[in-house]
């Protein structure tokens, strides 16, 4: 093992080569795309397949392929229990979300719950619980993308995750145009295929039988590896981090935008069906991944570069593949990270710039120079907040950061979204502190939890003993949005529900 | 092919619709919610469980992880073949009906 100290030539060659032929083969698709149809408005043309493709480019980021390779290559079964979370939101969205979203809004999920409510109040609330899902994100991104170029070009780690800010700070402001669909399409068959390549060498190595490769990994550390164990200690912790995966997915702002690029309900239906079998699969694959990363490069040897483990697979790909390979890997897992931080920005900025500013300090009046300049400014106030973020979390497994937006996201707007299209006695003031009790309930318990307060603030004891927030904080939204709807009724939300009911089903 | 009394309105149709479309998404919620909750219980509460093994390198807790994946794919499948033969169907009819009003 050559680790982070060595940088090896092939490896970057192979890195540089692949980065660059991902990025112009995104390029010229976003530019045909551009040609055939004005950019915006071809959303509403992509298929329910590519929108499939698309969905599941988004959601497998940094944290799924290389957090959960690691937490499984470090801690064994326990890292399965993220691959199988991340999984199960899919079916909630599937039956709950996906067509009714599709059918009530025109843009953000904010639209829905708006939908019947006082927009200003209802977006400023969503705003502020959508910034803090991308945060968390962003940061998580930041660490696995931070590692990784540490790894391959030998950099201390904070010079890493700054270089690596301000490349994604370019690639957005220069190309965030172009970083749609297409690159999430592109990105989405390029991880498939390169975890597809990683699983089938590794599984060469155990005569093609993957319960070879799990007792090899039995027998070097032990049966305990393929049952759960420490990771999961505490079965609260395990619960609570379980309610927080399943219904955090229905609740990000980056996921449920992407059902309105397509034409109708039913081919958001096809989208989740392709985006699930691509997810589902891709979780099949972690398995190997993690086991073989746990056998062939072993858990010591996966601490000394990262003590997240977040780079299991890249070291994996060094050992049954060379330095090529580990290029390509790194190059794939690059990529996914710039698209999926490419459209965490853009959601991020739009946030700040339309909800909050346009939509409130302006008064809903401002002008597109306006609104442009503030779109990026927001954009570059979101890469420095994630730069010194990512910094501040090193040696943070990606998944686990990951499984805390999943939390935010969870309390901060999957509740006022079903309690919108279910619930017709739901008002705006309920909506509201729904919101914005589950973000900040989320957010302070983050904070009071042993990960900060133990790892990075290095205190003595945490005052929340739970490591992710969701069993406690997605009750409690629902729970007060129910409770302030209420107690201040709103008579024209609950005539114009018949007006959801109706467009639930049969669109504008 | 989801039926209703000829005697009924679009709007009593619709509401018929309504109700099977929420009953089909809630009941497949709640068969998802239960079976990985319950993975979830057994790995919270009964590790040595899960820790059996069934096979050399197959451990119950592996087989059951599994399992779950193929339970998520195997309800949207039921989802996806309800929705495109009945309640495409039903919807496609309603509006025909409305249309021709």
Redesign the interface.
Known sequence: MNGASQPNIVAMGGFVLFIGLSLVITWMAARRTKSTEHFFAAGRTITGTQNGLALAGDYMSAASFLGIAGLVSLSGFDGLIYSIGFLVGWPVVMFLIAEPLRNLGKYTFTDVVAFRLKQTPVRVASAFGGLAVVAFYLIAQMVGAGNLIRLLFGLPYETAVIIVGVVMLAYVLFGGMLATTWVQIVKAVLLLGGAFMLAMLVLLRFSMNPLALFDAAAQRYGEAVLAPGRLVSDPLDAISLGIALMFGTAGLPHILMRFYTVPDAKTARVSVSVATAAIGAFYLLTFILGFGAMVLVGQDAIRAVDAGGNMAAPLLAEVVGGQAFLGFIAAVAFATILAVVAGLTLAGAAALSHDIWVSVVRGGHATEREQFVLARASTVLLAIASIVLGIAFKGQNVAYMVGLAFAIAASANFPALILSIFWRGFTTRGAQFSMIVGTVSSLLLIYLSPAIQIDILKAESAWFPLRNPGLITIPLSFAVGIVVSLVSPEPEAARRFSEVEQRIHFGD | MVSFPPVSSASDQ?RA??AA?WR???S??AA??VI??A???L???A??L??T?I?????L??LL??L??FA??L???V??RW?NRHY?TA?AA??RDSDAK
């Open positions: 619709l619709l309504d479309r089909i998404a809630i497949l919620t998802m919610t990985y909750v993975f979830i219980l790995i919270a509460y590790k040595p899960l820790a093994r096979a050399p390198g197959l451990s807790g592996i992880g599994v779950v994946i998520a794919w309800l949207i499948l989802y996806v929705a495409d919807l309603l509006r």
